[in-house]
Nanobody, 119 residues
Framework: VQLQASGGGLVQAGGSLRLSCAAS????????MGWFRQAPGKEREFVAR???????YHADSVKGRFTISRENAKNTAYLQMNSLKPEDTAVYYC??????????????WGQGTLVTVSS
């Protein structure tokens, strides 16, 4: 599976962005899809994950503001980010793997897309 993340950019605090993760390969629907982020000088942090059937789990830090979703027919996962805060600034990565918040449980990674939130 090859993953291509897009949709990052510069946004003011309180604004919204939607990230997309396009996957190649015929087995997209069999994978858990996850979003992680990494701020400068920090470790990669779990954001959200979603099963093939739409069951989701979001980190407490983004719960109520971010929503992960997927369209299996389009081989695409999304991360809708609302009410963005400066502390959300990071490179965001999509990944495919197992039902976990541990990045080591994900086998495939996109290249990352930068989200910058200005105050």
């Amino acid at each position: 599976v090859q993953l291509q993340a897009s949709g990052g950019g510069l946004v003011q605090a309180g604004g919204s962005l939607r990230l997309s993760c396009a996957a190649s390969g015929r087995t997209f629907s069999s994978y858990i899809m996850g979003w992680f982020r990494q701020a400068p000088g920090k470790e990669r942090e779990f954001v959200a994950r979603i099963r093939w059937n739409g069951i989701t789990y979001h980190a407490d830090s983004v719960k109520g503001r971010f929503t992960i979703s997927r369209e299996n027919a389009k081989n695409t996962a999304y991360l809708q980010m609302n009410s963005l805060k400066p502390e959300d600034t990071a490179v965001y990565y999509c990944a495919a793997g197992r039902w976990s918040a541990d990045p080591n449980e994900y086998d495939y990674w996109g290249q990352g897309t930068l989200v910058t939130v200005s105050s």
